[in-house]
């Protein structure tokens, strides 16, 4: 079996993969310091809960934006399967079969992101991701990643309100009935998800426009938040960063 590790900002996704099929997901929190015997307990742990050995696992393909993550996960990896795990950089992105620009500051993420779109679509594509930050990574129709818009992600936004001022609460992610909230919540939420609508909406067709036409998917934790409220997505997968690091096994292996 084939285990797939995206380590990011909030959370560490994992997806085990048989004969290139998804069969399970996992998710753990991020926490700083942690160190790769204490993942390597929760991994085993959950894997274990859901029917798999760690013996089954021969195969480990890492992406990592958080350089303390990229140790711990490779030593964990090591120790707990046995194997020597693929970490995503640029020192195999001449394998894959995009395009790579600026190679040493794109998020590894947001290749895996490319692989996944541009091999379910097979020409000029945009993957909105909606993470820690939001991304918008576009791909030419040669398969070329030609570049990358980042903007906070909306966990991040709504959480800063509720950071940094002191009469604003924390609120659910979810869209009002009007965009003029009657509270304070619905104020937070019509700021937020509605305006990030208009934000993702605007760069999406302005994007598509430079790019002559391309397909948009969306994906991440938050990707269902908007999926709702426009009509610019083609697809939404929230699976869909760690489907395209299964992807590279064709080309890592």
Known sequence: MLLVIDAGNTNIVGGIFKNGRLVE???IRTVPGKTEDEYGVVVKAILEDRGIAVSEVNRVILSSVVPMLTTAMEKMARHL???EPVVLGPAVY?????????????GSDLVADAVAAWTRFGGACLVVDFGTALTFTAVDSRGAIIGVSIAPGLGTAAGSLSSATAQL???PLEAPASAMGRNTVEAIQAGVVLG???LVEYLVGRIRTELGG????ATGGLCRVLSGLTDVFDAIDPDLTICGL????????
């Open 246 to 253: 299964a992807e590279m096994e064709h080309y890592l292996y």
């Open 94 to 106: 001449g394998k894959l079969p995009i395009t790579v620009v600026a190679a040493h500051e794109i």
């Open 169 to 171: 609460p924390a609120v």
């Open 214 to 217: 391309a397909k948009v998917i």
């Open 81 to 83: 399967f046995g194997v």
């Open 25 to 27: 997901t996992l998710r």
């Open 196 to 198: 990030y609508t208009g």
